[in-house]
């Protein structure tokens, strides 16, 4: 089992930036598949990209390609989510995930708690 932490949401202006972190226990982080996703009030959660265990390869949402880059650290059990150019309808709760193995694609087993990234216009 993986225990998830984000970190680095906050209240920034459009067109600004913010670099979102989430922090995994365990020795074995490797061997996930980390996701990032989003929701915003009244919506249904969201993807937003995802970066594979095996050769970090990654996928990325179209709302956010060419503005969002994800990326990990296995050293420092940590995958990153930065965040440019925002916009107002980038304001949500973005919650980290991670699944042992998996693609890119499909469900995620463990869910961080979330950290809200507001964009005032």
């Known amino acids: 089992q993986v225990q998830l932490v984000e970190s680095g949401g906050g209240l920034v202006q459009a067109g600004g930036s913010l670099r979102l972190s989430c922090a995994a226990s365990?020795?074995?982080?490797?061997?996930?598949?980390m996701g990032w996703f989003r929701q915003a009030p009244g919506k249904e959660r969201e993807f937003v990209s995802a970066?594979?265990?095996?050769?970090?390869?990654?996928r990325i949402a179209d709302s956010v390609k060419g503005r969002f880059t994800i990326s990990r650290d296995n050293a420092k059990n940590t995958v990153y989510l930065q965040m440019n150019s925002l916009k107002p309808e980038d304001t949500a709760v973005y919650y980290c995930?991670?699944?042992?193995?998996?693609?890119?694609?499909?469900?995620?087993?463990?869910w961080g708690q979330g950290t809200q990234v507001t964009v005032s216009a």
């Open positions: 995930a991670a699944k042992k193995y998996g693609s890119n694609f499909g469900r995620y087993d463990y």
């Open positions: 970066i594979s265990w095996s050769d970090s390869s990654t």
């Open positions: 365990g020795r074995t982080f490797s061997s996930y598949t």
